[in-house]
């Protein structure tokens, strides 16, 4: 009867296969867990990073920049999605590399293996661990960006930091310089198209004049129909004087006679001088008339050249003033700061995650057998 009784005991205290699918599914990833996070894993040391993108242009928003906002699209809120992209890709990687010893921070011995970065890991691997100990966040109220760099020392995790907002000053000017470039680029182009134009009118209207022989046909015209005016008042002087001649002393007086020669040199030269400024049915362009039409087509060529080529140059100012205006740059407002106290792992919420992320597949898995 003992021996009966002592059997009935040890089977009665025999686990079940229920409690021993608990001890193997929860308790002992537990246990690993609490051996892990509380003796194995290194502390993490966390850096943060607050700041905003800003622009020269400070002047009210115009309508569309007003509906833009109320939809969540303002100009801001995408540079600002713009920089936390890029703060995950492998171009800031990259780029914080070239500044500080990124790979070396991440392989050190002393980092626990689970956490370590491989020394030989190719730049893929390199940016996938990059996005897990990098935190990137916009806040679309304040169009800020949020950054939390995580090392395995304080100085590190400062460092990188330092490093990350340079990068991103670094890009927000490339991205301002092409812009500025692509500004500049049309109206510098069509300044010297412009100034091209008025080097060859003001050459056009050189070769005319030393065609002509003639620097201003408008002055010599007026020149000319001044003599046309003076010798006409002789003319008329000298008709009325030879009028009177031929009353007083006869048609064939010597006097008379002399002054008639005269008159006709007037005549001729009154004749000579209005067809060297007009004179109908000539076509080789060697009149006055002429020279003026061609002098006054050139001139106005060229004072419109130039009035272009004047707006073409004002045109460059104003895209110069507007890509000055429209440049970016950010306003870091938290900067990187080595932290006193580590803040990763967090053990005690580490371990319980373990716990019932374990209770939680013994259990899907015990209601599925």
Do not use: C
């Not at 833009?68 to 600002?80: A, E, V």
């Not at 800031?92 to 956490?115: F, G, H, N, Q, W």
């Not at 030989?120 to 935190?135: F, K, R």
């Amino acid at each position: 009867q003992g021996r009966t009784l002592v059997g009935t005991v040890l089977r009665r205290r025999r686990l079940s296969p229920l409690a021993w699918s608990a001890i193997l599914a929860i308790a002992l990833p537990t246990l690993v867990g609490a051996i892990y996070y509380g003796l194995v894993a290194t502390n993490q040391y966390a850096s943060d990073v607050r700041f905003s993108i800003r622009g020269n242009d400070t002047s009210s928003a115009d309508l569309f920049s007003g509906l833009s906002g109320m939809l969540g699209t303002s100009k801001s809120l995408q540079d600002s999605y713009l920089i936390s992209n890029y703060l995950a890709s492998r171009e800031v990687v990259e780029d914080v590399e070239r500044k500080v010893p990124l790979r070396a921070m991440y392989t050190k011995p002393s980092i626990d293996y689970l956490s370590r970065l491989e020394s030989d890991a190719p730049i893929d691997e390199l940016v996938e661990y990059w996005q897990d100990m990098v935190t990137v966040s916009v806040d679309e109220t304040s169009n800020t960006v949020l950054v939390e760099i995580r090392a395995f020392s304080a100085e590190d995790a400062k460092a990188i930091g330092t490093a990350l907002v340079e990068a991103s000053e670094s890009l927000l000017n490339r991205i301002s310089d092409r812009a500025r470039e692509d500004a500049m680029r049309t109206s510098v182009a069509m300044s010297k198209e412009t100034e091209k134009r008025v080097l060859a009118a003001r050459e056009a209207f050189r070769q005319f004049r030393d065609q002509q022989g003639n620097l201003d046909p408008v002055k010599t015209a007026e020149s000319m129909l001044g003599m046309v005016s003076s010798l006409t008042q002789a003319k008329l002087l000298l008709e009325q004087d030879l009028a009177t001649r031929r009353s007083s002393q006869g048609p064939n007086s010597p006097v008379v006679i002399n002054l008639q020669t005269k008159l006709k040199t007037i005549e001729d030269q009154i004749r000579d001088f209005r067809s060297q400024v007009t004179e109908f049915g000539r076509t080789d362009q060697t009149t006055i008339s002429a020279q003026m039409a061609r002098a006054e087509a050139l001139r106005l060529e060229q004072e419109y050249a130039e009035k272009t080529h004047a707006s073409s140059l004002a045109a460059v100012d104003m895209a110069r003033t507007e890509a000055d205006r429209s440049r970016l740059f950010i306003i870091p407002f938290v900067r990187p700061a080595a932290a006193e106290e580590y803040r990763y792992p967090d053990r005690p919420l580490s371990i319980l995650t373990v716990f019932l992320a374990s209770a939680a597949l013994w259990a899907i898995g015990t209601l599925l057998v």
